[in-house]
């Protein structure tokens, strides 16, 4: 690297990473699934697609369908500290 680059940076550098590749993540699954998006230039002309299968395959992802059957908590041990009684 170079001379600016202190270990104090580093958490900082590796938190922008993580972050800048969630966005390019992102960006490139809307690109290339999401059915919205027209790079062919056959579905270009058409006004509206008839696409209702594809668009809930779209919204239907693995990840969504993951946390659906989890309980909706984030630290779990931190809820059940606090909602205890003493």
């Known amino acids: 690297m170079g001379r600016w ?3 104090e940076v580093y ?3 590796a938190a922008m990473s993580f972050v800048t590749g969630m ?3 992102q960006l ?3 690109v290339i699934l ?3 998006v027209r790079i062919n230039k056959a579905h270009r002309t058409t006004a509206v697609l ?3 299968e594809e668009g809930w395959k779209y919204r239907e992802h693995n990840l ?3 946390l659906r059957t989890r309980p909706p908590e984030v630290m ?3 809820n059940r500290f606090f909602s205890e009684d003493k």
Do not use: I
Request: net charge positive; glycine share 0%; proline share 17%.
């Open 5 to 7: 680059v202190k270990p």
């Open 11 to 13: 958490p900082l550098m």
């Open 23 to 25: 966005c390019l993540f």
């Open 28 to 30: 490139t699954r809307n």
């Open 34 to 36: 999401n059915p919205d």
């Open 50 to 52: 008839e696409n209702e």
């Open 64 to 66: 969504r369908k993951f």
């Open 76 to 78: 779990p041990s931190v």
